[in-house]
Nanobody, 122 residues
Framework: VQLQASGGGLVQAGGSLRLSCAASGRAFGRYAWGWFRQAPGKEREFVAAINWNGSGSSYTDSMKGRFTVSRDSTKNTVYLQMSSLKPEDTAVYFC????????????????WGQGTQVTVSS
């Protein structure tokens, strides 16, 4: 079972990026998917999550309105559209799956993907 994140890169402040996370090896049909990030010297923090059928989502307050999480169940893929990026958004972004958006928000994760680096220049 692997979660493969991609889409990171270098972007200027105010720019946008879309991260993708695809699962292989098994289907996470009824799992919630989430995104976390870890900046240098800081703890990993919750970013956003979406439930198994895409009908509900959860965001950290500082990302509301700038980040949008979505999923394509047919492709077993979740996305994180990030806009109005700020230098403080620079971090390694990780995808994860869990039993619910609530549990993911609490950091209760069933499976982690590898990270993808996002760097926002000022």
């Amino acid at each position: 079972v692997q979660l493969q994140a991609s889409g990171g890169g270098l972007v200027q402040a105010g720019g946008s990026l879309r991260l993708s996370c695809a699962a292989s090896g098994r289907a996470f049909g009824r799992y919630a998917w989430g995104w976390f990030r870890q900046a240098p010297g800081k703890e990993r923090e919750f970013v956003a999550a979406i439930n198994w059928n895409g009908s509900g989502s959860s965001y950290t307050d500082s990302m509301k309105g700038r980040f949008t999480v979505s999923r394509d169940s047919t492709k077993n893929t979740v996305y994180l559209q990030m806009s109005s990026l700020k230098p403080e958004d620079t971090a390694v972004y990780f995808c994860a799956v869990g039993q619910s958006t609530g549990r993911l928000r609490l950091g209760v994760v069933s499976s982690w993907g590898q990270g993808t680096q996002v760097t926002v220049s000022s």
